[in-house]
């Protein structure tokens, strides 16, 4: 059973940075993409960034120019730098490769 862990939310401050991490328990065959997702208070979860087997990221608009979703060379791990927050950006973020979700990280943005 593949697992996912995120790691990197907090406490930070409008305007600042945080880098988040997913790291996957065991190497996944045939990863399509990886992408990260978000759930704030009494809402739905919403896509936030993606990286698919072609390698050319994509992002919702709200995040654009803000937020870099990254991987590394050996599949297993992928990121998400996150600057110039906004207290809009408080949610629970969880990643996602293929079919595998990780239980999520807080990230709270105080303005």
């Known amino acids: 059973q593949v697992e996912l862990k995120e790691s990197g939310g907090g406490l930070v401050q409008t305007g600042g940075s945080l880098r988040l991490s997913c790291t996957a328990s065991q190497n996944i065959d045939n990863i399509y993409a990886m992408g990260w997702y978000r759930q704030a208070p009494y809402q739905q979860r919403e896509w936030i960034a993606m990286?698919?087997?072609?390698?050319?990221?994509d992002y919702r608009d709200s995040v654009k120019g803000r937020f870099t979703i990254s991987r590394d060379n050996a599949n297993t791990k992928h990121y998400l730098q996150m600057n110039n927050l906004k207290p809009e950006d408080t949610a629970i973020y969880s990643c996602r490769i293929n079919g595998f979700w990780g239980q999520g990280t807080q990230v709270t943005v105080s303005s």
């Open positions: 990286i698919p087997r072609s390698g050319v990221a």
